[in-house]
């Protein structure tokens, strides 16, 4: 169901609620302010935007359907689209649309967003601007600035969280099983933040450089302080996406050389294992023939048979040490 709210540029006034068909008389009796169509139904939506308005109708068209990040300036009134946050996600973007028609800003939206709700919070306040300065192009200044106010917020958030992760990767006092994918997710996040901002940032470009004189030179001024701030978004992300990956890399680099290290270890012992294995081995064949229940050899009669066996061990056991020890198996390698 549409809900519409308007704002008649008063200062310290709030949005009232109204409806399609009242619109044109409070248009009528105030210069100028703002109108915000929440959730609109299509049929009287667009009755009222194309007939009783005189909008072009692509840009009603726009209202209605998937558009793309642009401006346009028609004969009587202008027109943007750029997305801006959903309330309802962190990172989820919906098209906002925009006319800007003899001092109205007409705003068409889909979802609740919390850039609206900070721009209504400016214009409601009694320090809003309002001499000489309630015009269309000053009030989408404001609404354009709230919406990039709302993803240095989320990019603040997004730092704070990069500087966790760095800080984990680098903890050698824990281990954390979940560091790579939050890596992973923080990336992707920083992506899709990007796929958002980068096109504001080039409608607000768009803004400043049209030859069809979007932005008003009482206004300029404005714009540019504002493009300042969407493009230091658009770097910062850049950055973000550059830090995000780089200790993503750096924990993978440590991993693979825990790994290493926790393999040579375990080939050491391997080592160590097999050369006691080999000296043993022969020795043990000594034991069991002579320990059979068996004259053979002339073993078992003498007091000597035990000290004779014993150093027959004792001499296999070295002769495979001298010769582990010169292969370099033991004692480091020789040359």
Request: proline share 3%.
């Amino acid at each position: 169901m549409t809900r519409v709210r308007v704002h008649t540029g008063k200062a310290g006034a709030d949005m009232e609620d109204s409806t399609l068909a009242d619109l044109p008389n409070i248009m009528s009796e105030n210069s100028g302010g703002w109108i915000d169509i929440f959730q609109p139904d299509e049929e009287p939506t667009r009755n009222f935007l194309q007939q009783k308005m005189g909008f072009h109708h692509l840009a009603v068209d726009d209202c209605f359907e998937e558009p793309a990040s642009r401006n346009f300036v028609y004969e009587n009134h202008k027109f943007t689209t750029f997305k801006a946050r959903d309330a309802d996600r962190e990172l989820d973007t919906e098209y906002l649309r925009s006319f800007l028609h003899e001092g109205w800003l007409i705003t068409i939206r889909h979802a609740h967003m919390p850039g609206i709700a900070e721009f209504r919070k400016r214009i409601s306040s009694k320090n809003f601007m309002t001499d000489g300065m309630m015009k269309t192009e000053y009030l989408l200044y404001q609404l354009l600035d709230s919406v990039a106010d709302d993803w240095m917020k989320v990019l603040s958030r997004h730092s704070d969280r990069l500087d966790e992760l760095e800080d984990q990767v680098f903890d050698p006092r824990q281990k954390y099983p979940h560091l790579l994918e939050d890596l992973h997710e923080i990336k992707g996040e920083l992506r899709e933040i990007a796929k958002s901002t980068t096109p504001l940032d080039d409608v607000i470009q768009g803004m400043l450089h049209s030859t069809d004189g979007f932005v008003t030179e009482e206004t300029d001024l404005y714009y540019r302080d504002l493009a300042d701030l969407t493009h230091s978004i658009v770097t910062r992300i850049e950055n973000y996406s550059s830090g995000a990956a780089s200790t993503r890399d750096t924990y993978i680099s440590q991993t693979s050389m825990r790994l290493a290290e926790s393999q040579a270890e375990t080939a050491e012992v391997m080592r160590l294992l097999t050369i006691i294995a080999t000296i043993m081995l022969p020795i043990t064949a000594v034991a069991s023939i002579f320990g059979m229940n068996v004259q053979s050899f002339g073993a078992g009669t003498g007091p000597v048979d035990l000290t004779a066996i014993l150093a027959l061990m004792a001499g296999i056991g070295g002769g495979l040490l001298m010769w582990l020890y010169f292969k370099g198996y033991i004692g480091g390698e020789r040359n």
